[in-house]
């Protein structure tokens, strides 16, 4: 079920109004089955892999927390093992399988082993983290292994963050399941407000932008220069839009119902460096890798090219959970690259700035720098988009030496130039729509964005949402789009 779908609209308040009318004792019963019947909506038979994970996750913990010396850790590697094992199969298999067989082939080797033709369960990688996370916790003392199978079922399974998290850790969202939850106007207005925000970047921002980008990424060869640039910038915003869009719904959701999930994003492309945009950008995932990943590795306690090695691995291994492609590989590893040049030249560029008269925390030098790192950004994401190495490589080359085609904008060529082979309203709205998201994103910089729009007058607020669910119903681009992170 698609937050931006018609089912949605109908399930969302439906399983709100039951939370509150059921009685306490009965209401995580009520969420869990509510969540069945979420995720059996995109493929009903995958529930039982699901079921499988929490199954043996459930046991593991309670093992873990009952036993001492090396059982302890056996019952760790059984339960990260099986739980690795299952997104391994429906999510690695065929990449290696076919990486083989190429590979065999080059070498004049029989390889003769089939595909699988299976499906990748919506969000698989998303509560297989989320799993992971509650039995190294456990583990590690953190966390009390929970008894209650139901409760930790929900834990896995709470349709808000399901799908595309955030991912959430055991000791911020277990506890909130035995907690009550009443109804309270100012939160549930709150959490309402941020669902229709997402939902707005989703629909009106992210689903028209895509429009371009798939344009020109799925055909990248029939364009060049400015046009790769536009479409490159235009898949920054959305991704972004897309992803922080669907976890505004989540976070939004939850809190009508009292629940209280992470901040995911907070506004990344603000960022002066890559390592600022890491803590900004898909925080939950982010400081999972960071806690379960990196510091397991030794973190910044070693020497600094053991410290690089940590951060190169750590980020290889991040592209390669989000797809199975070399292009998500290489994306990971590029952003390990950035961040080590980063740190080995961060006194270089600290002096640059000052030679040019433009000291780092001077309005001049925070822009340079913000500029210079969502220019890093952008070309990460050429790859994270691109269909293939290939692809990336010509995108990256094109947009450079096919810069002179700029000149063509102010002649009859711009409509497949400059609007990507869409009209100059198409264009034209899809721009307004990214100045619309910095201009609030400005103002957060000043502040707390939701108090600010709460202390203004009852009649300018009111008008404020009314424009905005209009916008959402006039310019959104409906037919239930997937979101991009469902894919991983």
Known sequence: MLFNSFEFFLFFPLITILYFVFPHKYRWQLLLSASCIFYMAFIPKYIFILILTIVVDYFAGIWIENSTGK???????????????ILFVFK????????????????GWNYSINTLKI?????????????????????????????????????????PQLVAGPIERP????????????????????????????????VVIADRL???????????????????????????????????????????????MGFNLMLNFNRPYYSKSISEFWRRWH???????????????????????????????????????????WTFVAWGALHGIFLIIGAQTKDNWNSLLIYFHLPKESFLGKFVRVICTF??????????????????????????????????????????????DNTIYEFSLAVIAILLLEMVHLKQRSGNFQAYVSDLP???????????????????????????????
């Open 375 to 420: 220019t890093l950004v952008c070309i990460g994401w050429v790859f994270f988009r691109a269909t293939n190495i290939s692809d990336a490589f010509y995108i990256l080359k094109n947009s450079i030496t096919g810069i002179t085609n700029v000149l063509n904008v102010f002649t009859q060529e711009r409509k497949h130039i400059l609007y990507l």
């Open 210 to 256: 895509s429009v371009f980008v798939n344009q020109v990424y799925n055909s990248p060869t029939q364009f060049e220069g400015i046009s790769l640039m536009i479409a490159t910038i235009f898949f920054a915003y959305q991704i972004y839009c897309d992803f922080s869009g669907y976890s505004d719904i989540a976070i939004g959701s939850a809190r009508v």
């Open 283 to 325: 925080i939950s995932l982010s400081t999972w890798f960071k806690d379960y990943v990196y510091i397991s590795m030794g973190g910044n306690r070693v020497s600094k090219w053991r410290n690089f090695y940590n951060l190169f691995i750590t980020f290889l291994i991040s592209g390669f959970w989000h797809g199975a492609n």
């Open 458 to 488: 009852t009649f300018i607020k009111w008008s404020g949402y009314v424009v905005g669910l209009l916008l959402i119903i006039f310019f959104g681009k409906y037919g239930s789009q997937d979101f991009i992170y469902f894919q991983f």
């Open 119 to 159: 499906i990748l369960p919506i969000g698989l990688s998303f509560h297989t983290f989320q799993s992971l996370s509650y039995v190294i916790e456990v583990y590690r003392g953190n966390q009390k292994a929970e008894k209650h199978f139901g409760i930790y079922s929900l834990y896995v399974m709470f349709y």
């Open 92 to 107: 690695y298999y065929n990449f290696f399988n076919t990486n083989f067989e190429n590979l065999s082939k080059f070498l």
């Open 71 to 85: 059982k302890r850790k056996i019952y760790l590697i059984i339960s990260i093992v099986s739980t690795c094992l």
């Open 171 to 202: 000791q911020n969202l277990l506890h909130q399941f035995y907690e009550k939850h009443n109804l309270d106007g100012p939160r549930i207005i709150s959490g309402l407000k941020l669902m229709a925000w997402g939902l707005f970047k989703k």
